[in-house]
């Protein structure tokens, strides 16, 4: 049963009230230390409240009992926990719950848990639309707004946090238990990651923290189409697992599906790919691929994509996912055979593939799918301010 809770009148929503106070979710360890010295405190004090953020899931300094009183009286005076409002949550048939966040002015972002055994992953947004603009994309299609802060990225991490261990039954401030909720977080929610680096890096960083969210790199997640200058940096900055929104063989079906293919080519793409796996000694690269029905599921596509990657194919995983349709698209979903046929040619060919299997598709959930609410105010897309 698919059962949706609103939370709040969107109709009624007004711009956020920004507090004139520091907002410490979202604030990186060294951000916390120099906040802490500002305040004339010593910079230990930043283990402390991180701890009792994101272990503990505290949200009012007075339950941080380890800090002196006068120190919870100073941070009350000059700090806070911002975090989204919760607009609606919707329960899937399979389990997968996705949240609406008010992102202020009659906007929200979705962001989506997906329980799968032992293993939770929550999918998070990193902008309020996105301006790439890929045509089989529901988010691409309702434009582009603005970025979201470090943290409004992290905010949806922590809320989930504690909105599963409320179902649960868990009290996160008195709770002794070491259960892991949430094990992995993928940045493929709304948005392009790369396009908001300057956000995106400090909130990957408090994720692996290890008195942040303490995920190992293999359990963070960037996924991007295809912003190379962004991706050359990233190693430099953070160790996540990488995965690409691939989706076409060659240039000119992928100008049509990713446009950002028309500023870094697949031939400028790939080896910034390469480099990031040799930087941050990672493993593999996750291509992702998205199966629409004849146009890009053919054979000859799949052989195409051997011959792209026939020099490193120890280094990769093709990911292909069934398409998942959204209101005004011209896309159809390709069959079971033809996505069959297509992963036995890149096996054939020593190329690890899966087929992802479709989750929350009943709530709108699913890859591909999220929208929110977004008032688009870009004109036109792919614009250079968009990606810095």
Not at 156 to 164: P, T
Not at 268 to 294: H, I, S
Not at 328 to 344: A, H, L, P
Request: hydrophobic fraction near 35%.
């Amino acid at each position: 049963m698919t059962i949706e809770t609103p939370t709040t009148n969107t109709s009624e929503l007004v711009p956020t009230y920004v507090s004139p106070k520091a907002n410490l979710l979202g604030m990186t360890r060294e951000g916390l230390e120099e906040f802490f010295k500002g305040l004339g405190e010593k910079p230990f004090r930043a283990r402390q409240i991180m701890k009792w953020i994101y272990k503990k899931g505290a949200a009012d300094f007075l339950d941080m009992t380890d800090l002196s009183k006068k120190l919870r009286a100073t941070l009350g005076e000059h700090a806070d926990l911002r975090v989204p409002e919760i607009m609606t949550s919707q329960h899937s048939e399979d389990g997968t719950r996705k949240w609406l966040l008010s992102m202020g002015s009659s906007q929200g972002i979705e962001t989506v848990f997906i329980p799968d055994g032992k293993r939770g992953t929550l999918c998070v947004s990193s902008q309020v639309g996105c301006a790439l603009d890929c045509s089989f994309c529901s988010t691409g299609a309702q434009g582009f707004n603005r970025n979201l802060s470090a943290a409004e990225i992290v905010g949806q991490v922590w809320l989930a946090q504690r909105e599963l261990a409320a179902d649960r039954g868990i009290d996160m401030l008195n709770s002794t238990t070491q259960e892991r909720i949430i094990t992995n977080v993928v940045f493929m929610g709304m948005g392009e990651p790369l396009a908001n680096y300057r956000e995106v890096v400090p909130a990957m960083k408090i994720l692996r923290d290890d008195i942040g969210f303490d995920l190992s790199r293999r359990r963070v997640t960037l996924s991007t189409s295809g912003l190379v200058p962004q991706l050359k940096k990233l190693a430099e900055e953070v160790d996540v697992a990488l995965a690409v929104s691939l989706h076409a063989t060659n240039n000119p079906l992928r100008d049509i599906l990713v446009p950002i293919n028309k500023k870094h080519p697949i031939e400028e793409l790939l080896p910034a790919c390469w480099d990031y796996l040799q930087k941050t000694q990672g493993r593999n690269v996750t291509f992702e691929y998205v199966m629409l029905q004849e146009v890009n599921d053919a054979p000859e596509h799949a052989h195409e994509l051997v011959e792209l990657l026939k020099n490193k194919t120890y280094a990769v995983k093709i990911n292909l996912i069934p398409f998942n349709p959204f209101p005004g698209t011209e896309y159809t979903r390709s069959s079971g055979n033809r996505i069959e046929r297509f992963r036995q040619i890149l096996r054939e060919n020593g190329i690890i593939a899966t087929t992802r299997r479709t989750r929350g598709d009943d709530i709108d959930a699913a890859c591909g799918q999220l929208a929110g609410q977004v008032k688009n105010r870009v004109k036109k897309r792919l614009g250079e301010k968009q990606f810095s």
